[in-house]
């Protein structure tokens, strides 16, 4: 995190060590995105997305979004973008130009599902550390 920068989440952002494919639609639109994530957490996630400005949908649109957390463990829910980093913006240093997503509607398996994922994947990842320490 950059100096002066305060770190205001309430939730655990997981930085997965590979991206995660994810694609995303207007409501009942048979049009999709196929886009990526590096990181993702119970309430949301960030698309790298290389020129944010030319992203297809705005902050009052809902989008359906499908995420394979793992091969034969695709969810589905439904989304905002909450903001938009651009390049050159304070913080794209650490994130890369992109958006960020808030998980708006999700049922609760599907919330058990990714609770379940980003629970074993940060297990796993303090597991590492400290067999390497």
């Not at 930085?15 to 119970?42: C, F, M, Q």
């Not at 903001?83 to 890369?96: H, L, Q």
């Not at 994922?117 to 796993?124: L, V």
Request: charged share 30%.
């Amino acid at each position: 995190m950059s100096e002066g920068r305060r770190e205001n989440r309430k939730m655990v952002r997981l930085i997965l060590d590979h991206p995660l494919k994810v694609s995303i639609g207007s409501l009942g639109a048979e049009v999709r995105y196929d886009l990526k994530t590096r990181n993702v957490s119970y309430t949301g996630f960030f698309l790298d997305f290389e020129k944010p400005g030319r992203f297809p949908f705005t902050p009052a649109s809902i989008m359906e979004i499908w995420i394979d957390l793992e091969p034969n463990n695709r969810i589905f829910f439904n989304g905002k973008m909450v903001r938009k980093v651009m390049p050159g913006d304070p913080g794209s240093e650490i994130t890369g130009p992109g958006i960020a997503v808030r998980i708006i509607q999700m049922d609760s398996k599907t919330e058990h599902q990714l609770k379940e994922f980003i629970d074993r994947k940060i297990s796993e990842k303090n597991s590492n550390a400290i067999k390497s320490a």
